[in-house]
């Protein structure tokens, strides 16, 4: 094991910058992440998932990592923390995820049913068709996604 200032060198996200990779994007980086096993268990680059992180890094990410298990695991890990950038909605769009989240119940990131008919399915229909975003169907994905759109569009209203 590295220790702290050894591996932080390896860090090739650029601090103070805000997120750039889209929703989508994210989550497919999250489902790579949770397919790694920890550096110390592997074997190297030659591991199949840790080979398909370093390339999503740099092909998807842009950032140039160097070649080691401990480089990429940390870069998505940082990245992971970064989020991802949200699009910006409407006041009307605001209004309307409101009002399908106020009778909604918040649902664990980790649950993907998603019934043909309720308060999940109407606000996956609205993200989708309504909005045209892409959000994974599952109660968990519509919830969080719902909730990070109001989420920066109250800081940003906020803000100024």
Do not use: C
């Amino acid at each position: 094991m590295m220790d702290k200032e050894a591996l932080l060198k390896l860090n090739r996200v650029p601090d103070g910058t805000p997120a750039w990779l889209d929703y989508k994007a994210f989550r497919r980086l999250q489902g790579l992440f949770e397919a790694l096993a920890p550096p110390e268990e592997t074997d190297g680059l030659g591991d199949e998932d840790y080979f398909h992180m370093y390339f999503f890094l740099a092909d998807v990410a842009g950032i140039e990592v160097p070649e080691s298990q401990e480089a990429v695991h940390l870069n998505a890990f940082v990245l992971i923390r970064r989020g991802y950038k949200a699009e910006e909605i409407t006041g009307p769009e605001y209004e309307r995820l409101r009002e399908l989240l106020e009778g909604t119940e918040e649902a664990d990131p980790d649950d993907l049913a998603l019934h043909d008919f309720g308060n999940h399915r109407a606000l996956h229909t609205y993200l989708t068709e309504g909005l045209g975003l892409y959000v994974e169907p599952g109660r968990g994905p519509v919830w969080g996604r719902a909730q990070e759109l109001v989420r920066q569009h109250e800081q940003r209203r906020a803000a100024g």
